[in-house]
């Protein structure tokens, strides 16, 4: 079992930054990819970025060349640097653990429990 917890969302003005951040406990060893999705009202959710423990990363179009994240491995932690937020990427921000395996498919899925980001004037 692991237990997955988000912190750092919040309201923001459009072009600023955000920083998230989500730490996996537990039986870790089970964990070898960690990463963000979003959720917005009405739609589905959606991948933002995931990073395995080789450094391996992957982000949505949307948010590429905005958005990094970064991992400490010791600390069994990720962040998402969110950098020219728009309106677009207001969102309930959910923190996702678990195994990827060789075809990327993911395999004992912890989720956490969602951060609201809101980007508005």
């Known amino acids: 079992q692991v237990q997955v ?3 750092g969302g919040g309201l923001v003005q459009p ?3 955000l920083s998230l951040s989500c730490t996996a406990s537990g039986s870790i060893f ?3 990819a960690m990463g963000w999705y979003r959720q917005a009202p009405g739609k589905q959710r959606e ?3 995931v990073i395995t ?3 391996s990363r992957n982000y949505a179009d949307s948010v590429k060349g905005r958005f990094t994240i970064y991992r400490d491995n010791a600390k069994n932690t ?3 640097q969110m950098n020219s937020l728009n309106p677009e990427d207001t969102a309930v921000y959910y923190c996702k653990a678990g195994l990827l395996d060789v075809r990327s498919n993911w395999r004992t899925v912890y989720w956490g429990q969602g951060t609201q980001v809101t980007v508005s004037s």
């Open 5 to 7: 917890v988000e912190s």
């Open 30 to 32: 089970s964990i070898n």
């Open 47 to 49: 991948l933002v970025a």
């Open 15 to 17: 072009g600023g930054s």
């Open 53 to 55: 423990n080789g450094g």
């Open 78 to 80: 990720v962040y998402l």
